[in-house]
């Protein structure tokens, strides 16, 4: 499913991203939802927030999500499905990639199942920053300005979205090598603390 949450006072938008091969993740509904809660927010507040200055984590099981992500702001996405590959040589790293051009220039041919485990094969682990510069997709995230020829625009969207790409625990099949599992644990902080979130 798709889901957004934000909480006031944490200063912090969550977003849950359904399974990109099960056909069930929108970002584009995700983002509307996440929209609509801090306009609500904002309605009640003495403070009002925009959009695009809440820090904002996504959590996405398929890594090739990130590619989906231009227009949106995510100032971190979260990954796993890959199993950086579960296997990899020293000095050549992982086997995946290797095969797929493999199949791709012998075998003309890249349906193969656990080749396909992402599009993108520098997804595999790890961290990635995509950079987009243009306007938003998002529908009200800024306020319409208004040009000196009275029509409305957005305002310019210029935001660097980094992705984290864990190998994660898991084993299927069950067997690895050259890649050791791993349990990520993250320490968020914001950059400009308030004084309740300090006491906190």
Not at 36 to 61: C, G, Q, R, W, Y
Not at 129 to 152: A, P, Q, T, Y
Request: charge should be positive.
């Amino acid at each position: 499913g798709i889901n957004a949450e934000y909480g006031e006072k944490r200063g912090i938008a969550i977003i849950g991203l359904g399974e990109l091969w099960h056909g069930e993740c929108s970002p584009k509904e995700a983002w509307f939802d996440l929209e609509e809660k801090v306009s609500l927010m904002n309605s009640v507040s003495s403070k009002p927030n925009k959009l695009m200055e809440i820090p904002t984590l996504v959590l996405a099981h398929n890594p090739d999500v990130f590619d989906r992500l231009d227009g949106y702001k995510a100032d971190l996405v979260i990954s796993g499905h890959t199993h950086g590959g579960q296997i990899a040589l020293p000095f050549v790293g992982p086997l995946i990639p290797l095969l797929k051009n493999a199949f791709k220039y012998v075998f003309r041919t890249t349906k193969v199942g656990v080749l396909n485990v992402v599009s993108n094969m520098a997804y595999l682990s790890g961290t990635h920053l995509r950079r987009f510069n243009g306007k938003s997709k998002e529908r009200k995230i800024e306020e319409k300005n208004r040009n000196d020829g009275g029509e409305e625009r957005r305002s310019e969207f210029d935001h660097t979205n980094r992705l984290w790409v864990t190998k994660g625990v898991a084993i299927t099949p069950p067997f690895r090598l050259g890649v050791p599992p791993e349990f990520v644990i993250f320490d968020l902080f914001p950059k400009h603390p308030t004084h309740s979130q300090i006491r906190e």
